[in-house]
């Protein structure tokens, strides 16, 4: 919580640096466990997803079978799909590879747990989406954003299992900004080429020659909108 608390009050930060509005709420995924307990609970019990020594998975192929909504946002072909071949943990568990986890049983020194009625252990990475949103946006609400690398798998998993448990899709319209570029490359830490807000404003960065005001980085962002 130290860690999360650090950030979140950074953002914010920045956010008042840029002007923003805030946000009617702000949900916590670790505020809504749950509500995920549940959705998982309601996805099992409509026959999209079945347990394996404690963890849950959601149920891929009978999607396919029954709904033409797995693979369409991101205009992947089912086949594909079918046979995917990521070397992930616990991959043997899976009836198809293509199935995910939308609740994992803790190893003995994982620090996320919570008592579920499968085993103790954490939601999979996708249902605090699909939780959030429905709690406060509804069944169905008009505009989902998010980074172009959330298409897939992400966002396709976060139809199935909003799809297994409401029995729609989600939203209206999807929304995908591109990757941050430095010179051309995706801006990435391991590789030394980003730059932070605060360097932005403050000049004190290698990057950039000048420091620049709130305002005017705001304006440079607006304008790449299209």
Same mark, same amino acid.
């Given at each position: 919580m130290e860690v999360v608390q650090r950030y979140t009050l950074g953002f914010h930060h920045v956010m008042r640096l840029f002007n923003t509005l805030d946000p009617s709420i702000e949900p916590r995924a670790t505020g809504h466990i749950l509500e995920q307990i549940e959705m998982v609970q309601k996805i099992m019990? +409509? =026959?999209? !997803?079945?347990e394996v020594? =404690? #963890?849950?998975y959601f149920d891929t192929v009978k999607l396919i079978k029954e709904a033409d909504v797995y693979g369409k946002l991101s205009g992947r072909r089912v086949e594909d799909l079918l046979?995917?071949?990521?070397?992930? +943990? +616990?991959?043997?568990?899976? $009836?198809n590879p293509a199935d995910f986890a939308i609740w @994992?049983?803790?190893?003995?020194?994982?620090?996320? $747990?919570?008592? !579920?009625?499968? #085993?103790e252990g954490f939601p999979g990475w996708h249902l605090e989406c699909s939780v959030m949103s429905t709690k406060y946006l509804g069944e169905r609400f008009d505009i989902h954003g998010g980074g172009n690398d959330l298409k897939f798998p992400h966002h396709e998993n976060e139809i199935a299992q909003h799809y297994g448990a409401c029995g729609n899709t989600p939203a209206n319209y999807w929304l995908h900004t591109n990757m941050l570029l430095m010179n051309g490359r995706k801006m990435s830490k391991s590789e030394g080429n980003f730059i932070t807000p605060e360097q932005l404003f403050s000049g004190e960065s290698e990057? @950039? #020659?000048?420091?620049? #005001?709130?305002?005017?980085?705001? %304006? %440079?962002f607006t304008g790449a909108l299209r």
């Open positions: 019990d +409509k =026959g999209y !997803a079945y020594d =404690g #963890s849950v046979v995917e071949t990521r070397e992930l +943990k +616990k991959q043997n568990e899976k $009836r @994992i049983k803790a190893e003995e020194n994982h620090l996320l $747990r919570w008592n !579920a009625p499968w #085993s990057h @950039i #020659s000048k420091a620049y #005001s709130p305002m005017a980085v705001k %304006f %440079f």
